[in-house]
């Protein structure tokens, strides 16, 4: 191989791996929380954050505090613009996965 050919695989190698950044409705959602967990005072963790905002989460038991976390994120979904949609960004998460549980920025809670 010539050096030109292995510099080549090595950028392609290198640039595939980068994350993609997030979109606007996933920063949203990592901004409202931030401003939740500490002002409820859960031990909810965010697991994973859809390109459209919807979010799926864990807790180590179920009296966590859910109610008032959940209620302080829809209270921050509605300080917040709305982003709007993308081609494409909404169906991608929900492929081969069954989250415990998803929450979003414009329909409330329902169960994944």
Do not use: H
Not at 8 to 23: F, I, M, Y
Not at 33 to 44: A, D, E, F, L, M
Not at 80 to 98: E, L
Request: charge should be positive; aromatic fraction near 8%.
């Amino acid at each position: 191989m010539t050096r030109t050919t292995i510099l080549g695989l090595t950028l392609l190698l290198a640039t595939s791996c980068a994350p993609a950044p997030n979109t606007l409705a996933q920063d949203l959602t990592w901004a409202a929380y931030q401003v939740c967990r500490t002002s409820t005072g859960t031990n909810i963790v965010i697991t994973q954050v859809y390109p459209d905002g919807r979010y799926s989460w864990i807790a180590s038991d179920r009296g966590t505090r859910v109610p008032e976390f959940e209620a302080c994120m829809r209270e921050e979904f509605a300080k917040r613009p709305r982003p709007q949609a993308t081609t494409g960004a909404t169906a991608a998460g929900r492929i081969g996965m069954k989250p415990r549980r998803e929450v979003g920025p414009s329909s409330g809670a329902w169960i994944g």
